[in-house]
């Protein structure tokens, strides 16, 4: 009668134990696409002013864009 009880108490704490290592694993390449994305590059705004400085595109399409990354 022990050994059932104690089985069934070992698949939960196996289950607890693969959630924390999925969590874990989770959380570490979201923590490292952040580091890419700030140390990496340029915001859409700044991305956006330049194609507007260097001519890609309309006084009109810039304005139109920059309202929509800044809403």
Do not use: C, H
């Not at 979201?30 to 994305?37: D, E, M, P, S, T």
Request: hydrophobic share 50%.
């Amino acid at each position: 009668m022990m050994d059932g009880g104690m089985m069934g108490l070992g698949w939960i704490v196996m289950l607890l134990f693969w959630g924390v290592v999925a969590v874990g694993v989770v959380l570490t390449v979201r923590w490292l696409l952040g580091q890419n994305r700030r140390a990496g590059g340029d915001t859409p705004l700044e991305i956006l002013k330049r194609r507007y400085a260097a001519g890609e595109i309309s006084r009109e399409e810039y304005e139109r864009m920059r309202r929509g990354l800044e809403a």
